[in-house]
């Protein structure tokens, strides 16, 4: 397993957890929680951004990390995962062709071409730090058909996209940034190992786990993810895209995987559920049951008059500072600031696990 990358940005330790900032920010928290929380990155997503504000507009202003007052890592993810779902559900959004995402977003609207080199080139005037090439995903019960599809485009956007990489780095001052191929193939073995293949032929830095992770009951695919980390050089960064759940990262990381993004920290926070280590040892959190956290639902009435805080151990704002009772308060009043002090929790929680997975390594 890959333990480091040297990015633009400095110098990042793996296993690495990035929390969500779609349009670059993390929904109910602040960049400086984030930071305290010891997570050292963010994942932003390339296509809403090229929609909203705009590339032109945040390359003006300096790039993602200016724009958004983040000094640490910043992962841009394509967006090739977002337009599928989005034309799958509805078709009149757009179409997916052999050398483009055609996209409408609106009826009457003009359409939007979405290309390869297109993708990279906004990625560049975001001045991420680890490059996603585009993909076409699939749902992993699509016919083998549909499958094989998405392998053949997924590996000639990926072309594509290295040669625009290429073209573009050679005027880059200073240390250049990283590009990551997606592994397609859904549940075929065969098909993954061919696209982990020729995406190696055509050489990126790193790895990331392409379609969908979960089945149609939100329980991980584990067998696919295995597949798809098999198919990834060991010599390069595995990253399990979208999967976050703390029982599946330390399970992906006895896997090889290292890097990790997901909105369910975040959202769980939003929805009053909070982690809490059950058992906070490198050993604890390898546990093959997963069973070293529980959650907190802080609006139940036993909550009320508790002075304690969420957990005793944790050094996040909300712990440091205020009780369950004054938490539950904050959200029974609908108060702003219990979602931030709940998020702050959840982020702090994982920065642990980050941490205690890597002493566990």
Known sequence: MVRSLSLPSGELTLPAFFPDATYAAVRAADVDDVKDAGLKGLEMNTWHLYNKPGAKLIKSLGGLKRFSGWSGAVLTDSGGFQLYSMIRENADYGEIREKEILFRPDRGAEKLHYTPEKCIQA??????????????CTHPFDSYEEQKRSVELTVKWGKRCREEYDRLVKNLKGPRPLL??????????????????????????????????????????????????????????????????????????KMGYSLFDCVIPTREARHQRLYVFEDETPQGVMREDGKFYRFMYIMDEEYTRDGRPIDENCTCAACRRYSRAYIQHLFKVGDPAAQRLATAHNLRFYGRLMELIGEAL
Not at 123 to 136: G, K, P, R, T
Not at 204 to 231: C, H, I, Q, S
């Open 123 to 136: 990625q560049f005037m975001y001045q991420s730090d680890i490059m996603m090439a585009l993909d076409l």
């Open 180 to 253: 990551f191929g997606i592994v397609q193939g859904g549940q075929d073995r065969e098909l993954r190992m061919e696209c982990g293949r020729r995406l190696e032929e055509i050489g990126f830095d790193g790895y990331g786990f392409g379609g969908w992770p979960t089945d149609e009951n939100g329980k991980m695919l584990t067998d696919v993810l295995r597949m798809a980390a098999d198919a990834m050089p060991d010599d390069k960064v595995k990253y399990a895209m979208g999967v976050g759940r703390p029982e599946e990262i330390s399970l992906l990381v």
